[in-house]
């Protein structure tokens, strides 16, 4: 393993555990009922990783709202920030039915000496890895509207797909 590898693996334990359990995942990190699951889950699950691997919970949140496009519910998990390219700043599941759930990850990106750190937006489905190409500015905000835009265009198309199992 390497330093930080805790950040990484944690993006795709989510991802498969919306996927796989909408209904449980909802329920387990709703920030209604309470508002620090994430960060304890965040530390239980350090646990299993060696000491240099682990990323400290500081800056974890969770947010939800019922305001997607055509009533989904929407669940924003704020990861601790990135430090390495490909570590989410956040994952985002939406509930399309009580079954159906979709998750997006904005990651950081390469760094280029012109533009400095840059984001990357993707998504994690059952089959593989999209990749929706270069992401927003990495505030919840901005990477709420992207989700919304994708989830609303029937038309909108990945960039390129990585076909992996995640379910």
């Known amino acids: 393993m390497k330093p930080r590898a805790q950040a990484f693996h944690m993006k795709y334990l989510l991802a498969k555990f919306a996927l796989e ?3 449980d995942f909802f329920g387990t990190l709703d920030s209604n009922v309470d508002d620090r699951s ?3 889950l965040w530390a239980d699950c350090g646990e299993e990783f060696e000491p240099v691997e682990r990323v400290e919970n500081t800056g974890t949140s969770v947010w939800r709202s019922l305001t997607a496009p055509g009533g ?3 669940l924003i998990l704020t990861f601790p920030t990135p430090e390495d390219t490909g570590e989410a700043y956040y994952v985002g599941a939406v509930r399309m039915s009580e ?3 979709r998750v997006f990850c904005l990651e950081r990106s390469a760094a280029s000496s012109e533009t400095g750190d840059s984001t990357m937006m993707a998504e994690l489905a059952p089959h593989g890895r999209m990749n929706w190409g270069a992401g927003p500015n990495p505030t919840r905000e901005e990477f709420v509207a992207r ?3 994708i989830i609303s265009d029937p038309t909108a198309t990945p960039l390129s797909f990585l076909p992996i199992r995640l379910v």
Do not use: D, G
Request: net charge neutral; charged share 25%; proline share 7%.
């Open 147 to 149: 989700v919304k835009a």
């Open 99 to 101: 079954s159906e759930c």
């Open 38 to 40: 994430f960060s304890r």
């Open 72 to 74: 989904f519910e929407i």
């Open 21 to 23: 359990s909408p209904s």
